[in-house]
Nanobody, 121 residues
Framework: QVQLVESGGDLVQPGGSLRLSCAAS????????IGWFRQAPGKERERVSC????????TYADSVKGRFTISRENAKNTVYLQMNSLKPEDTAVYYCVTVRSCTTGSRLSSWGQGTQVTVSS
């Protein structure tokens, strides 16, 4: 079964940190660029970050630049999103998908269940 599974979401206080994981099963993740997206209640889904196949290109939304870091560990078939200095506005369900490239952003895989991140005191 080909799928991506997100994990690592939690309830955290403002200023805290979390690391999200995106694990692939049934296919080799290193063959794809990976995008992290998020959707907050009542808002449209937005792309947060992207990493190219070689990890030579990473992109970030302006709202998370300097706070979030995307990385990949191909040996573990996993992509990570390290989130620091979290703010209440980062509260959302986070999803990872394969994309055609980080420049076009065209989604290839289906949306999974996501992982909930809640930033609140």
């Amino acid at each position: 079964q080909v799928q991506l599974v997100e994990s690592g979401g939690d309830l955290v206080q403002p200023g805290g940190s979390l690391r999200l994981s995106c694990a692939a099963s049934g296919f080799t993740l290193e063959n794809y660029a990976i995008g992290w997206f998020r959707q907050a209640p009542g808002k449209e889904r937005e792309r947060v970050s992207c990493i190219s196949r070689s990890a030579g290109l990473t992109t970030y939304a302006d709202s998370v630049k300097g706070r979030f870091t995307i990385s990949r560990e191909n040996a573990k078939n996993t992509v990570y999103l390290q989130m620091n200095s979290l703010k209440p506005e980062d509260t959302a369900v986070y999803y990872c998908v394969t994309v055609r490239s980080c420049t076009t952003g065209s989604r290839l895989s289906s949306w999974g269940q996501g992982t909930q991140v809640t930033v609140s005191s």
